[in-house]
């Protein structure tokens, strides 16, 4: 028995040790290689200060190009756009639903960048399915799966391919078979084409050959995301890696990790996930997620001025990334932002009815605004990195939001669909001093239509807010008595009672107000 338990350990290990060799993932997680990979690659230029904007209404569905600096249209372009924009040096590239109509974005276009005339385009096989595409330079870069051949008694496979195509005229210039058909949308920067691959991996791709340089393995977090800024390639999913040899094999205690500290209403959403080829259409994703941008130093990285920014629909909200403490918050009145971005320097968005602001990233103050009148926006993608408004070139300057007045603004909104940041508004103004404020939750606790979650908040903010100008608003809120031909409600007399006795001293104003109350409720 010792004998032949000795040959299957054996044979075993020679077993592992060949599967080992002949492994495609065998160099995952080289510090080396990736060292070498990312030497090849050069940084990015500036943008253009240029916005592309998916148009739709009575004109038609067609392509646009602003120019933000001297804040006019460019140029227009019927398009029946699906998926989104890729911005190249002379190219821009989108999907498109073919001619017979059928549905999904089975052909790639190719269009110059200065008047937005088609150059090429190309067709998917009818067995390619696309997964996504990167614009570098003049090339564009493509991933689609193949199905395999089908194997008796096995389930259908598929095979991941990487494909170039000359940005000018189409001719394919490499494709790369991948390790795997799970694979994602790429992306490139200098040279350099990152794939993400099985949800784990991120293969690197030499830009001008197809050759295969490198390969990440993310141990610790899902590989969701590959992201290319003028900063560096990034990977992630829940948190960001910056793309180096100390983040090769994706562990969190690396200096190149960021997660920032974000309240509980915040989906963590940093980039699209890249497997879901929906999410490369443009979406109610692009108006749910957060902006940011990181200074990087080596293999050390950490947010742009320790600073994300969060866009939910009508609202953006700055956070310290490292304490979570709200730095600002800006609130459109009239239309949700359809797209935004972070271009280092200034927050731009787009609104569905054809607005396009600016929001200094620092403070929130209003830098830019420009209008489209009569547009409807579908999406938006922005060349705009390092963009700054230029004085008296369209631009509208207005002082930095103040926060407690768009947290009011934001308790006082009809809208629906915000409840969460309804509750975080409340906690949030249970930080701020001021009797307006207290007035202000006092009124929440009468409010029949808030949340229930809402209406505790509130009396959980009056109480933990220990503001001493308050004590009066807190008498005058007990001498209300129930009105039900008005709708009145009794006030809250028990949370009202502790809530004067958190101010200690400061409440005993309130005392005989409080004694009054019982006998008003009989």
Same mark, same amino acid.
């Given at each position: ?117 088609? +150059? ?84 690197? +791709? ?6 295969? +340089? ?48 974000? !309240? ?186 808030? !949340? ?71």
């Amino acid at each position: 028995m010792r004998s032949l338990w000795a040959r299957f350990v054996v044979v075993a290990a020679l077993t592992v040790a060949a599967g080992c060799a002949t492994s495609p993932f065998k160099r995952a997680g080289n510090a080396d290689d990736v060292a070498a990979a990312l030497a090849r690659s050069r940084p990015a230029a500036g943008g253009r200060n240029v916005v592309f904007l998916v148009l739709g209404g009575t004109a038609g569905p067609r392509l646009g190009a602003f120019d933000l600096t001297a804040s006019k249209l460019l140029w227009t372009q019927p398009a029946e756009v699906t998926t989104r924009v890729e911005v190249g040096a002379s190219v821009i590239v989108h999907g498109a639903r073919p001619a017979t109509g059928a549905p999904g974005a089975a052909l790639i276009v190719a269009r110059d960048i200065g008047n937005g005339a088609v +150059l090429w385009q190309h067709p998917l096989a009818s067995n390619e399915r696309l997964l996504g595409y990167a614009v570098d330079g003049d090339t564009v870069f493509m991933v689609v799966a193949v199905p395999g051949q089908p194997q008796p008694g096995a389930p259908r496979s598929s095979s991941g391919m990487a494909i170039a195509l000359d940005g000018r005229t189409g001719v394919e210039r490499w494709r790369h078979t991948l390790p795997s058909g799970r694979v994602a949308g790429p992306a490139a920067r200098g040279g350099l084409v990152a794939v993400p691959v099985e949800s784990q991996y991120v293969i690197l +791709l030499d830009g001008a050959t197809g050759m295969e +340089l490198a390969q990440v393995l993310s141990t610790q977090e899902a590989a969701t995301f590959v992201r290319a800024l003028p900063e560096g390639l990034f990977y992630g999913s829940r948190g960001i890696f910056l793309l180096a040899p100390s983040t090769a094999r994706g562990l969190r205690d690396a200096p190149g990790y960021l997660r920032a500290t974000l !309240p509980p209403f915040v989906r963590p959403f940093y980039w699209y996930d890249l497997y879901r080829p929906e999410q490369a259409e443009y979406s109610a994703i692009d108006r749910n997620r957060i902006l940011w941008r990181a200074m990087v130093d080596g293999d050390r990285a950490r947010f742009r001025d320790d600073l994300a920014v969060v866009h939910d629909f009508r609202y953006f909200f700055a956070f310290d990334a490292r304490s979570g403490a709200l730095r600002w918050a800006f609130d459109h009145p009239t239309s949700d932002a359809i797209a935004s971005t972070d271009t280092g320097r200034t927050i731009l968005f787009v609104t569905a009815d054809g607005e396009i602001g600016g929001l200094d990233a620092t403070t929130g103050a209003r830098v830019y605004q420009a209008r489209l009148p009569g547009e409807m926006v579908r999406g938006a993608t922005f060349d705009a990195d390092g963009f700054a408004a230029p004085p008296g070139a369209g631009t509208v300057l207005a002082p930095a939001p103040d926060t407690v007045s768009v947290l009011l603004s934001i308790l006082g909104d009809r809208d629906k669909r915000f409840p969460d940041v309804q509750v975080f508004a409340i906690g949030e103004l249970g930080h701020q001093p001021g009797p307006e404020v207290t007035a202000k939750l006092l009124q929440v606790l009468s409010q029949e239509d808030l !949340p229930p979650l809402a209406t505790q908040k509130a009396g959980e903010a009056l109480i933990e807010r220990r503001d001493m100008s308050s004590a009066a608003s807190l008498s005058l809120a007990l001498r209300g008595h129930a009105d039900y031909a008005e709708g009145r409600p009794a006030p809250p007399v028990e949370l009202l009672a502790r809530a004067i006795a958190a101010l200690g001293p400061a409440g005993t104003v309130a005392l005989p107000e409080l004694a009054e109350a019982p006998r008003r409720r009989r």
